[in-house]
Nanobody, 122 residues
Framework: VQLQASGGGLVQAGESLTLSCKSS???????MGWYRQAPGKQRELVAT???????NYADSVKGRFTISRNNVENTVWLQMPSLKSEDTAVYYCNADGHVPAERTGVRFIEVWGQGTLVTVSS
């Protein structure tokens, strides 16, 4: 199981980006989400979305970023309008759920994508 993230880049403050992340492999996903890590800081939650559609946002992006997903294609997007310099970070896709396992039938896993860099110049 792998997560392939894309969509990062260099933009000016006020501009927009949309990140996407697709899961490959057999994977019944519960939560998909985005985390970010700015230089010198710890990785932090940006937004998550459950298979039911319930979402959770960090206060710093609430009302500004929008997370969405396609459960059939196992893809999650993060729409980021009105970017600020403080949004500069490496953004990581994350997913958790179940995969087939021989002895138990299924097992729970958590997977991280490779990270995509978002740089916002002021």
């Amino acid at each position: 199981v792998q997560l392939q993230a894309s969509g990062g880049g260099l933009v000016q403050a006020g501009e927009s980006l949309t990140l996407s992340c697709k899961s490959s492999g057999i994977f019944w996903i519960n939560n998909m989400g985005w985390y970010r890590q700015a230089p010198g800081k710890q990785r932090e939650l940006v937004a998550t979305i459950h298979s039911s559609g319930n979402t959770n946002y960090a206060d710093s992006v609430k009302g500004r970023f929008t997370i969405s997903r396609n459960n059939v294609e196992n893809t999650v997007w993060l729409q980021m309008p009105s970017l600020k310099s403080e949004d500069t970070a490496v953004y990581y896709c994350n997913a958790d759920g179940h995969v087939p396992a021989e002895r138990t039938g299924v097992r729970f896993i958590e997977v991280w994508g490779q990270g995509t860099l978002v740089t916002v110049s002021s």
